[in-house]
């Protein structure tokens, strides 16, 4: 039975990706392409290509647990329903915790690498939803205040990649830099996913022995007035931000 199980895991996951993939290619060379046509007003666009990749994902997310490729379990969502304005940042441990997050939010705006904009599987996506380009830094910045101070949730993971097995999380001082140059909050996200699954040094077809148990627990949103009191500058109150942001990361113990 244990083979049996595990066989059929396999499977799911290969099916979960392969409709993740197809999926991919016909939001980008079809639906979004549509989408820009014929919304007009940018930020109607943007509004609802991010609906699209919201919904897209809950089924995504949705077709892995009912085919047994994994388990989830969120604590907290209704804290996201009052997040407007607001930067969740998460610890990044697997392969899909950007889909995972996405397809919670209500709606959200992401950084993405610069590569990404010359990925024809992706483009099509990132540009309709009004995700930031991270190439120029001083740009990406005023962005990201310009989307905060609109109402927007900016969806940021600090480390800026997954995290590498066994060592402690390493965050960039992006997050911070953006937090406090909008003068935004910043609503905690842990990720834990047990056992490991999708992580940096794993393939997605190498399927654990059990299935794979996602937490998502949605915590506590700090005030950036915490850290910009007694600061003497902008830097300094981004570097407490900062080290505070690698103790609150840590995931707790399934």
């Known amino acids: 039975m244990y083979a049996i199980n595990r066989a059929w895991r396999f499977f799911a996951a290969a099916l979960c990706f392969f409709s993740f993939g197809a999926g991919g290619l016909l939001l980008n060379f079809v639906l979004f392409p549509a989408v820009n046509l014929l919304a007009r007003d940018a930020e109607k666009r943007q509004m609802i290509a991010q609906s699209i990749i919201k919904r897209s994902f809950r089924f995504f997310v949705g077709m892995m647990q009912v085919l047994g490729a994994m388990k989830l379990k969120v604590e907290g969502i209704e804290l996201l329903e009052d997040d407007a304005g607001c930067i969740v940042v998460a610890n990044h441990p697997t392969l899909i915790d950007y889909v995972l997050l996405a397809a919670l939010l209500p709606r959200c705006i992401c950084i993405v690498k610069h590569a990404m904009w010359s990925n024809p599987f992706a483009r099509g996506a990132i540009s309709a939803a009004g995700y930031i380009d991270n190439s120029d830094t001083s740009d990406m910045l005023a962005r990201c205040a310009s989307v905060l101070q609109n109402g927007h949730v900016l969806l940021i993971f600090p480390e800026g990649t997954r995290t590498t097995p066994g060592k402690d999380l390493q965050l960039k001082r992006g997050a911070a830099q953006v937090a406090v140059r909008a003068r935004s909050d910043v609503r905690i996200v842990q990720i834990c996913c047990t056992p490991p699954y999708l992580n940096k040094q794993e393939k997605w077809y190498r399927v654990p022995r059990q299935k ?41 113990t399934v």
């Not at 148990?213 to 500058?233: C, G, W, Y």
């Open 212 to 252: 794979p148990f996602f937490l998502v627990r949605v915590m506590e949103k700090v005030s950036i007035n915490e850290f910009l009191e007694d600061a003497p500058s902008d830097a300094a109150a981004a570097r407490k931000l900062t080290e505070y942001l690698t103790r609150a990361l840590v995931p707790k």
